[in-house]
Nanobody
Framework: QVQLVESGGGLVQPGGSLRLSCEAS????????MGWFRQAPGKEREFVAA????????RYADSVKGRFTISRDNAKITVHLQMNSLKPEDTAVYYC???????????????WGQGTQVTVSS
């Protein structure tokens, strides 16, 4: 079992940056692939980015490639999402998620945080 708590959301102007953090509890954090998903008003939740348990491989949605970077610190049991060049269409609630697998299978993120709001607006 993994418990996840996100932080770092807020209001930012278009072109700005935010860094989301997710702190996990549980001794087996280093065995879990980690990911970020988002859900905009009136839309389904969608995949944003993920990283393998070792941190050696990442995957991104096409819409955020080149702008967002996912990273993890297994010693600090945290995962981050650095978001640059933010656009209004990035506005959503962002969720941290954990998978019991060491590699990335988007459909197998079984544990979820409560979410943090990101609003991109001038």
């Amino acid at each position: 079992q993994v418990q996840l708590v996100e932080s770092g959301g807020g209001l930012v102007q278009p072109g700005g940056s935010l860094r989301l953090s997710c702190e996990a509890s549980g001794r087996t954090f280093s065995n879990y692939a980690m990911g970020w998903f988002r859900q905009a008003p009136g839309k389904e939740r969608e995949f944003v980015a993920a990283i393998t348990a070792s941190g050696g491989s990442t995957r991104y949605a096409d819409s955020v490639k080149g702008r967002f970077t996912i990273s993890r610190d297994n010693a600090k049991i945290t995962v981050h999402l650095q978001m640059n060049s933010l656009k209004p269409e990035d506005t959503a609630v962002y969720y941290c998620a954990a998978s019991p697998l060491r590699y990335i299978v988007v459909a197998r993120f079984d544990y979820w945080g409560q979410g943090t709001q990101v609003t991109v607006s001038s």
